[in-house]
């Protein structure tokens, strides 16, 4: 069972203006963990930002944080004043109490204009 | 502070050969990973290890793949005989102890073109 969800394949954004990138997670777990990275198109998988499941706040990194839904199961990634190379692959990924072993969403594809 | 090291960069060889892939882990993480990325399919776990100790291969693929880490600073993934279908990018990541709160560290990737 797919245990994250990214619906948006590819969104686009003006320079300077804020995006959100949707990720929904399903565990039955209480104790998890979230985490969104990039991927340029150089290839390389870049760790974001990470958002405990107990954490009452929402996590922020520089102009990225995460709109942490508990209750509706959301994880969603807010970059504020895009910039042209936060074009890339974005990826939502979950690590639950289970087993340890990283889930990863399909990703979503950003390309900011200028 | 180095990060998660990878070789080669590419690979290119023809169906039939043998493929090894390398993993140099982040010093002090016991947990690393294999992970397969193509368009169709997306991020692929192969194989997990836990303090060198294989806990998770059931993404292997089939008897051709295998993988090894023989001490806490090194990791194989060997495919034998490497097939057209099996070209993609294999990363390899590596995180620190801890439960679900550590992020993974990945390499560069190895991109790898099976002719």
């Known amino acids: 069972a797919q245990k994250i969800t990214q619906t948006q394949p590819g969104m686009f954004v003006q320079e300077k203006e804020a995006v959100t990138l949707d990720c929904t997670y399903d565990t039955s777990d209480q104790s998890y963990g979230l985490f969104w990275y990039k991927q340029p198109s150089s290839g390389e998988m870049i760790f974001l930002i990470y958002?405990?499941?107990?954490?009452?706040q929402n996590a922020t990194e520089g102009r990225y944080s995460l709109n942490f839904q508990k209750a509706r199961k959301s994880a969603n990634l807010v970059i504020s004043a895009s910039q042209l190379g936060d074009s890339a692959m974005y990826f939502c990924?979950?690590?639950?109490?289970?087993?340890?072993?990283?889930?990863f969403g399909r990703g979503t594809s950003l390309i900011v204009h200028p | 502070d180095a990060g998660v090291i990878q070789s080669p960069r590419h690979e290119v060889t023809e169906m039939g050969q043998e493929v090894t892939l390398r993993c140099k882990p982040i010093?002090?993480?016991?947990?690393l990973f294999w992970y397969r990325q193509t368009m169709m399919r997306g991020l692929e776990l192969l194989i997990y290890f836990n303090n060198n100790v294989p806990i998770d291969d059931s993404g292997m693929p089939e008897d051709r793949f295998s993988a090894k880490m023989p001490n806490a600073s090194f990791s194989t993934l060997k495919i034998q005989p490497s097939e057209p279908r099996d070209s993609a990018v294999y990363f390899c990541?590596?995180?620190?102890?801890?439960?679900?709160?550590?992020?993974?560290?990945f390499g560069n990737g190895t991109r790898l073109t099976v002719t």
């Open positions: 010093s002090g993480h016991n947990s």
């Open positions: 990541a590596s995180s620190s102890p801890a439960g679900n709160n550590s992020p993974l560290h």
């Open positions: 958002q405990g499941s107990y954490d009452e």
């Open positions: 990924a979950m690590r639950d109490g289970g087993s340890y072993i990283p889930t």
